[in-house]
């Protein structure tokens, strides 16, 4: 039984390709994030949704689109992929108030 | 200053030490605690929650003082499994959360 799903799990494209990521919980929780997880292995924050709604949006370039169609998925759209996008996303979610996240696996996305 | 920051590594112990792990955080205001593990090309996991009375599971004991604001981690009888990046993480209230760099802990036998 997955807690936290993301699809795919590698993604390889080229520069100024649109690449989706789609990420599943079945917690129930009602909060849900992305983070990057870069090759200095730093896990920053990106976006974070509750009951659907955006309530973090850090400092992320505007070709980051997340969307919530519901409370049990977060999806991230990227336009325009450049080489520094090139990192592990990983997908969270937990509950309210944000108590321990559950991580899924990631997605590693190399821009070539 | 960064709002989270731990012990650089990486810390090489031999099977049976015993190691700590320091983290510091910048906002007073910061309400819950966590340690979390993170093995190679793998997904962050909770290791344990931090309470203000400290805590403990097994070998792994976790204390908070909010005076000082530090965390810290100790972990008894090194076992090689325990080779990871243990992360230290803070949320200020709301839903922000974050993470701290991360401290490599190697075990050898």
């Known amino acids: 039984d997955t807690a936290v799903s993301q699809t795919p799990k590698y993604l390889v494209t080229q520069m100024g390709n649109d690449k989706s990521i789609k990420c599943e919980q079945n917690?129930?929780?009602?909060?849900m994030y992305w983070y990057k997880q870069d090759s200095k292995k730093f896990l920053k924050i990106m976006f974070s949704?509750?009951?659907?709604?955006?309530?973090i949006n850090e400092t992320v370039p505007n070709r980051f689109s997340p969307k919530s169609p519901d409370k049990a998925h977060l999806n991230l759209h990227i336009n325009s992929l450049e080489l520094g996008d090139s990192a592990v996303y990983f997908c969270?979610?937990?509950?309210?108030?944000?108590?321990?996240?559950?991580f899924g696996p990631g997605t590693r996305l190399t821009v070539t | 200053r960064k709002e989270v920051e731990q012990d650089p590594g990486p810390f090489n112990v031999p099977e049976g030490a015993t190691v700590a792990f320091n983290c510091t955080y910048s906002?007073?205001?910061?309400?819950?605690f966590f340690w979390y593990r993170q093995d190679c090309r793998k997904e962050p996991k909770l290791l344990m929650s931090v309470y203000s009375s400290g805590n403990e599971d097994g070998r792994f004991t976790a204390q908070l003082n909010r005076a000082s604001q530090y965390i810290s981690l100790l972990i008894r009888d090194s076992k090689l499994s325990d080779s990871a990046t243990y992360l230290c993480?803070?949320?200020?209230?709301?839903?922000?959360?974050?993470f701290g760099a991360g401290t490599r802990l190697f075990v050898k036998a």
């Open positions: 993480v803070v949320n200020s209230g709301g839903f922000k959360t974050i």
């Open positions: 917690l129930g929780h009602d909060t």
């Open positions: 906002n007073s205001a910061s309400q819950s």
């Open positions: 949704y509750n009951n659907k709604e955006l309530i």
């Open positions: 969270a979610s937990s509950q309210n108030p944000p108590y321990e996240q559950y």
